[in-house]
């Protein structure tokens, strides 16, 4: 079992609805939690951390369910920019914060 | 400083050629990672360095690859007798003590092998 799974889509969204994905993690240790935005053929870049309250960050809402072991992402009145893969990473539990990569949820925005 | 910057941004090689990769993190951090990533999966851990100690490998990093950090600042990532396996994204990341816990990490642009 992977240690980070996630729906790996493509979710097509029409440009100003909003979009909602999850990804689930394994390790019950982990304490930092995190989304990634990937463009084709770029480097990750940090989105949002995700804090254990939730945070809203302008369009973006991250959620954590620790009990479930769960965390997600929201995307609200969807830009065209925002077609992306959204990479879930959790950090393994080690001590010097080793980050696992989910495989990434592919978000497509249509006019 | 304009962040983690790797070289070169691309490579092709005949199978069973050496190749090695460079990194230069952001200057004041003082961890540096590498991933390998392919295509439709997420980015895996091959191997970290605090400083220029090597702390950990991954199983996923054969006796071919090696990597080093020498006076902490730069990292090379070396493969050798390359296989049409390696072909993938490498990439390097580096952050700021613990941070990583609470910041992420900050990844180069990656250098895209491709074994022939």
């Known amino acids: 079992r992977k240690e980070v799974e996630q729906d790996p889509g493509p979710f097509n969204v029409p440009e100003g609805a909003t979009v909602a994905f999850n990804c689930t993690y394994s390790?019950?240790?982990?304490?930092?939690f995190f989304w990634y935005r990937q463009d084709c053929r770029k480097e990750p870049k940090l989105l949002m951390s995700?804090?254990?309250s939730g945070n809203e960050d302008g369009r973006f809402t991250a959620q954590l369910n620790r009990a479930s072991q769960y965390i997600s992402l929201l995307i609200r009145d969807s830009k065209l920019s925002d077609s992306a893969t959204y990479l879930c990473?959790?950090?393994?539990?080690?001590?010097?914060?080793?980050?696992?990569f989910g495989a990434g949820t592919q978000v497509v925005v249509t006019p | 400083d304009t962040g983690v910057s790797q070289n070169p941004r691309h490579k092709i090689t005949k199978r069973g050629q050496n190749v090695t990769f460079r990194c230069d993190p952001i200057s004041e951090h003082n961890r540096l990672y590498w991933y390998r990533q392919t295509l439709g999966q997420g980015p895996e851990f091959l191997t970290y360095f605090q400083n220029e100690a090597q702390l950990e490998k991954s199983r996923l990093l054969s006796d071919r690859f090696s990597a080093e950090r020498p006076k902490g600042s730069f990292s090379t990532l070396e493969i050798q007798r390359t296989e049409q396996g390696d072909s993938a994204m490498y990439l390097c990341?580096?952050?700021?003590?613990?941070?990583?816990?609470?910041?992420?990490?900050?990844f180069g642009s990656g250098t895209r092998l491709t074994v022939v």
């Open positions: 390790n019950s240790a982990s304490q930092s």
């Open positions: 990473v959790v950090n393994g539990g080690d001590s010097w914060g080793k980050l696992q």
């Open positions: 995700v804090y254990s």
């Open positions: 990341a580096s952050s700021l003590g613990s941070g990583a816990s609470n910041y992420g990490y900050t």
